[in-house]
Nanobody, 124 residues
Framework: QVQLVESGGGLVQAGGSLRLSCAAS????????MGWFRQAPGKEREFVAA????????NYGDSVKGRFTISRDNRKNTVNLQMNSLKPEDTGVYYC?????????????????WGQGTQVTVSS
Protein backbone atom coordinates (compact mmCIF):
# COMPACT_ATOMS: atom_id res chain seq x y z
CA GLN A 1 0.00 0.00 0.00
CA VAL A 2 1.26 3.46 -0.87
CA GLN A 3 0.96 6.51 1.37
CA LEU A 4 0.63 9.97 -0.19
CA VAL A 5 1.39 13.34 1.36
CA GLU A 6 0.72 16.63 -0.42
CA SER A 7 2.53 19.90 0.18
CA GLY A 8 2.95 23.31 -1.39
CA GLY A 9 -0.49 24.79 -0.94
CA GLY A 10 -1.06 28.31 0.27
CA LEU A 11 -2.54 31.71 -0.45
CA VAL A 12 -1.74 33.41 -3.74
CA GLN A 13 -3.12 36.33 -5.70
CA ALA A 14 -4.93 35.82 -8.97
CA GLY A 15 -2.46 35.51 -11.82
CA GLY A 16 0.17 33.99 -9.57
CA SER A 17 1.69 30.52 -9.43
CA LEU A 18 2.02 27.65 -7.01
CA ARG A 19 3.74 24.28 -7.22
CA LEU A 20 2.20 21.38 -5.40
CA SER A 21 4.11 18.22 -4.57
CA CYS A 22 2.97 14.76 -3.60
CA ALA A 23 5.44 12.48 -1.84
CA ALA A 24 4.82 8.75 -1.96
CA SER A 25 6.07 6.13 0.48
CA UNK A 26 5.50 2.48 1.14
CA UNK A 27 5.71 1.32 -2.46
CA UNK A 28 7.49 2.61 -5.59
CA UNK A 29 5.65 5.42 -7.28
CA UNK A 30 6.40 3.82 -10.65
CA UNK A 31 3.70 1.21 -9.95
CA UNK A 32 0.92 3.79 -10.16
CA UNK A 33 -0.80 6.16 -12.48
CA MET A 34 -1.01 9.40 -10.52
CA GLY A 35 -3.67 12.06 -10.48
CA TRP A 36 -4.59 15.37 -8.91
CA PHE A 37 -8.13 16.29 -7.93
CA ARG A 38 -9.57 19.31 -6.17
CA GLN A 39 -12.64 20.13 -4.17
CA ALA A 40 -14.05 23.59 -3.62
CA PRO A 41 -16.38 24.30 -0.68
CA GLY A 42 -19.84 22.98 -1.38
CA LYS A 43 -18.82 21.34 -4.66
CA GLU A 44 -18.04 17.87 -5.92
CA ARG A 45 -14.47 16.73 -6.21
CA GLU A 46 -13.12 17.66 -9.65
CA PHE A 47 -10.47 16.06 -11.81
CA VAL A 48 -7.43 18.26 -12.42
CA ALA A 49 -4.71 16.18 -14.06
CA ALA A 50 -3.23 12.70 -14.36
CA UNK A 51 0.03 11.22 -15.58
CA UNK A 52 1.02 7.77 -16.76
CA UNK A 53 3.54 5.56 -14.99
CA UNK A 54 6.42 6.55 -17.25
CA UNK A 55 5.28 10.16 -17.70
CA UNK A 56 4.74 9.61 -21.42
CA UNK A 57 1.10 10.58 -21.33
CA UNK A 58 -0.96 13.15 -19.46
CA ASN A 59 -4.59 14.14 -19.14
CA TYR A 60 -6.01 17.48 -17.94
CA GLY A 61 -9.36 18.80 -16.90
CA ASP A 62 -10.76 21.38 -19.29
CA SER A 63 -10.65 24.17 -16.72
CA VAL A 64 -6.88 23.88 -16.20
CA LYS A 65 -5.60 23.04 -19.68
CA GLY A 66 -2.80 25.37 -20.73
CA ARG A 67 -2.28 26.65 -17.17
CA PHE A 68 -1.38 23.58 -15.10
CA THR A 69 1.34 20.99 -15.73
CA ILE A 70 1.65 17.63 -14.04
CA SER A 71 5.01 15.89 -13.80
CA ARG A 72 6.60 13.05 -11.88
CA ASP A 73 10.01 11.85 -10.76
CA ASN A 74 9.87 8.14 -10.02
CA ARG A 75 13.42 8.14 -8.63
CA LYS A 76 12.35 10.64 -6.00
CA ASN A 77 8.85 9.15 -5.58
CA THR A 78 7.23 12.51 -6.18
CA VAL A 79 4.51 13.96 -8.37
CA ASN A 80 4.21 17.69 -8.95
CA LEU A 81 1.53 20.04 -10.16
CA GLN A 82 2.75 23.37 -11.48
CA MET A 83 -0.13 25.83 -11.43
CA ASN A 84 0.21 29.10 -13.36
CA SER A 85 -2.17 31.96 -14.10
CA LEU A 86 -4.22 31.03 -11.06
CA LYS A 87 -7.81 32.18 -10.80
CA PRO A 88 -10.09 32.53 -7.77
CA GLU A 89 -12.09 29.57 -9.08
CA ASP A 90 -8.98 27.38 -8.63
CA THR A 91 -9.46 27.69 -4.88
CA GLY A 92 -9.98 24.41 -3.09
CA VAL A 93 -8.37 21.45 -1.40
CA TYR A 94 -6.05 19.64 -3.79
CA TYR A 95 -5.65 15.89 -3.46
CA CYS A 96 -3.03 13.57 -4.85
CA UNK A 97 -4.27 10.10 -5.82
CA UNK A 98 -2.82 6.84 -7.10
CA UNK A 99 -4.32 4.05 -9.14
CA UNK A 100 -3.07 0.62 -10.12
CA UNK A 101 -4.98 0.74 -13.40
CA UNK A 102 -3.20 1.58 -16.64
CA UNK A 103 -5.59 4.33 -17.64
CA UNK A 104 -4.76 7.96 -16.95
CA UNK A 105 -8.27 8.24 -15.64
CA UNK A 106 -10.25 11.35 -14.85
CA UNK A 107 -12.69 9.33 -12.76
CA UNK A 108 -12.39 9.64 -9.01
CA UNK A 109 -13.66 6.09 -8.48
CA UNK A 110 -10.73 4.64 -10.44
CA UNK A 111 -8.22 5.81 -7.83
CA UNK A 112 -7.28 3.53 -4.98
CA UNK A 113 -5.16 5.70 -2.68
CA TRP A 114 -5.53 9.31 -1.61
CA GLY A 115 -3.57 11.89 0.30
CA GLN A 116 -5.06 14.17 2.95
CA GLY A 117 -5.05 17.21 0.70
CA THR A 118 -3.48 20.65 0.69
CA GLN A 119 -5.40 23.94 0.66
CA VAL A 120 -4.99 26.36 -2.23
CA THR A 121 -6.59 29.78 -1.95
CA VAL A 122 -6.50 32.26 -4.80
CA SER A 123 -7.51 35.80 -3.93
CA SER A 124 -8.96 38.22 -6.45
Amino acid sequence: QVQLVESGGGLVQAGGSLRLSCAASGRPLSLYVMGWFRQAPGKEREFVAAISRRADSTNYGDSVKGRFTISRDNRKNTVNLQMNSLKPEDTGVYYCAATVTFLISAQEDDYDYWGQGTQVTVSS
